[in-house]
């Protein structure tokens, strides 16, 4: 947004100066503290929005299951417009009751960040899971089914990048010894060295958009996704640069400190084996996939198409509207700009 011209101050709710580009550093250095104007309020509806209640603001949010937090919606309502990242997102918005403009720009990655990767041809198949140990992540019928595919394969390996210690939290333990569990959390900017190590990747989350699906995609890996919530979207738009698993059971979600809301899809173990097994006789063609998903990630979810496209509903819904940018000069032939 501020590369577009806008002028942009940073309230952080929490940040971890570590993982900043220099550019977004000294936007967060230079920013000032709220006075005026429109807020963009970026996050799950922590308590923080109550202090822009009264304000002209918009919410960028999202959500993972059939149904919002019963106190959303009335929240939701308050704001000029609501963005979020999926076509699943922003059905279940207007299904829970939110009234107000719904608008769906995704995500995306920084090509530069994820870049294509030339992997080298590996003995055995090396899998990445990525994500926190929640119980909506999957993690633990994506490892029966790594190990229903791989049984007795010596040389197949199975990595779980995880953080915040959640998989203590949440009791996994592994006792494959071809498993490697990673708890931690790194301090840096993006995680492309994980993506690097792999030679598919298992994305099986119930996501509001799926961020590591689209990263492992960037990077030229072949992936295997949770067809439903918000990877449906992915599934459905990148088509055959993907392998989809569709759900083979339903459970409710209810999620501490905001009770249930409705139901998200569980992966099949079967199906996201044969996936699994696919991949690892079809190495050239599962290559070739990963390639040409790099391609379409690169062009159809780049990050830096976000800030655009984030102004753009800001200055259709705003009242009065108003330009949040400043205005392309216009030029005539032979004229010098001015």
């Known amino acids: 947004m ?8 940073i309230i952080p709710i929490k940040v971890f100066p570590e993982g900043l580009s220099p550019e977004m550093h000294d936007l967060l250095m230079n920013s000032r503290p709220y006075e005026e104007g429109p807020v963009l309020f970026s996050a799950a509806l922590e308590p923080e929005l109550e202090l ?14 059939s149904e919002l937090p019963a106190d959303w919606p009335r929240k939701l309502n308050r704001a000029r417009a609501v963005v979020v990242p999926t076509r699943f997102v922003a059905d279940v918005c207007r ?3 939110v009234t107000v403009p719904v608008e769906v720009i995704p995500e995306g990655v920084d090509p530069e960040l994820y870049p294509w990767t030339d992997r080298p041809v590996r003995e055995g198949v090396t899998t990445l899971i990525v994500g926190t140990v929640l119980p909506r992540k999957h993690v633990s019928e994506a490892i029966a089914a790594w190990q229903l595919a791989f049984e007795g394969d010596p040389d197949a390996r199975l990595v779980i ?5 959640t998989a203590q939290a949440y009791g996994l333990t592994v006792s494959d010894p071809r498993i490697k569990l990673v708890d931690d959390q790194e301090m840096i900017r993006g995680i492309l060295h994980w993506y690097e190590q792999a030679d598919v990747l298992l994305a099986l989350g119930s996501e509001g958009f799926g961020l590591p699906l689209v990263e492992g995609m960037a990077t030229g890996l072949p992936v295997i996704a949770l067809s439903s919530e918000g990877q449906g979207d992915i599934c459905a738009d990148a088509g055959d640069l993907l392998l989809p698993v569709r759900p083979g059971t339903w459970e409710v979600a209810d999620e501490p400190g905001y009770g249930r809301c409705g139901v998200r899809g569980v992966p099949d173990v079967r199906e996201v084996a044969q996936r ?8 050239q063609e599962a290559t070739a996939m990963g390639a040409a998903a790099s391609e379409w990630v690169h062009k159809h979810r780049n990050l830096w198409n976000k800030g655009p496209s984030l102004l753009d509903a800001m200055e259709t819904h705003m009242r009065p509207q108003r330009m949040l940018r400043p ?3 216009l030029r005539s032939e032979g004229s010098e700009p001015r």
């Not at 822009?52 to 299951?65: C, D, K, L, P, R």
């Not at 990048?161 to 210690?165: D, E, I, L, V």
């Not at 699994?276 to 190495?283: K, M, P, T």
């Open 52 to 65: 822009y209640a009264g304000t002209e603001h918009f919410v960028h949010t999202m959500w993972e299951s």
């Open 161 to 165: 990048k995880s953080r915040f210690q």
């Open 2 to 9: 501020a590369r577009e011209g806008a002028r942009v101050n």
């Open 95 to 97: 299904s829970s009751g």
């Open 327 to 329: 205005p392309v000069p």
């Open 276 to 283: 699994l097994r696919w991949v690892a006789h079809h190495r």
